[in-house]
């Protein structure tokens, strides 16, 4: 079966002449999932992760069929704007490698901070036109040891479906030692006020060493019509970053 992001992308292709679709459009987790809030720098910062995870999971769905995946991220931040790059492979829509794009600015609030930004998907060699850009807000704070955060991204062209995509996140991390960090997100996503589930996921992050991460994640949603793509699953990660 085909969860909701690809299902979506399949209606868009088949309204396309000459376009076979494949047999299976699935993917994986990766770090914008669950997504940490971004944060106002004061100088200009310029960071590059390389990330191996055992799936990519986006929203609740994996996008690489259940598979192995390798992410490289480039950041780039400057007195609150910040611009990133992302690429990974994929098994979706006839593609395999994806690439994200994502520009905003981090307004301070006082004890909070509000991010405004787009994020693009894109997808190489694909089966039509199933980019998508989506804008989105978040708002973050702290109570001690505790980050909370609550965000809403949207589209008007779902995976090239031209139906409106919304999306809605409550997550916390809570650091228990400099090193540890546990944290918690569920989310809701719908599309065009028919197509929705819920998704949710709990998370353990250890830092070995500076620029050195471990993270497992608990991941699951209630798409279970959708096959065992969008089904409970663990995933590990290791992400070095310099």
Not at 123 to 135: I, P, Q, R
Not at 160 to 188: C, D, I, K, M, W
Not at 210 to 215: A, M, N, R, S
């Amino acid at each position: 079966m085909i969860p909701v992001r690809s299902c979506m992308a399949a209606l868009a292709l088949l309204a396309l002449p000459g376009v076979a679709l494949a047999d299976d459009t699935s993917a994986a987790l990766g770090p914008f999932a669950p997504a940490e809030p971004a944060k106002a720098a004061p100088d200009v910062t310029a960071v590059v992760t390389v990330t191996l995870a055992s799936d990519y999971v986006w929203r609740g769905e994996s996008q690489n069929n259940q598979k192995p995946v390798a992410f490289l991220e480039v950041d780039l931040g400057a007195h609150g704007f910040y611009l990133d790059g992302r690429t990974e492979n994929v098994d979706f829509a006839g593609s395999h490698q994806e690439y994200d794009n994502r520009a905003g600015y981090v307004v301070p609030l006082g004890h909070l901070k509000l991010d405004l930004g787009f994020i693009r998907y894109g997808y190489v060699h694909s089966m039509g036109n199933v980019d998508t850009l989506e804008g989105g807000a978040t708002l973050s704070g702290d109570l001690g040891k505790l980050n909370w955060h609550a965000g809403t991204e949207f589209t008007r062209n779902y995976f090239g479906t031209h139906l409106a995509g919304e999306y809605y996140e409550l997550g916390t991390t809570y650091q228990f030692r400099p090193n540890l960090a546990v944290s918690g997100n569920f989310a809701h996503q719908d599309v065009d006020h028919n197509m929705h589930y819920n998704t949710w996921n709990l998370a353990l992050d250890y830092t070995l060493r500076k620029g050195l991460d471990l993270t497992v994640a608990y991941i699951d949603s209630d798409i279970g019509a959708f096959g065992p793509l969008g089904g409970a699953r663990a995933v590990g990660s290791v992400s070095f970053a310099f």
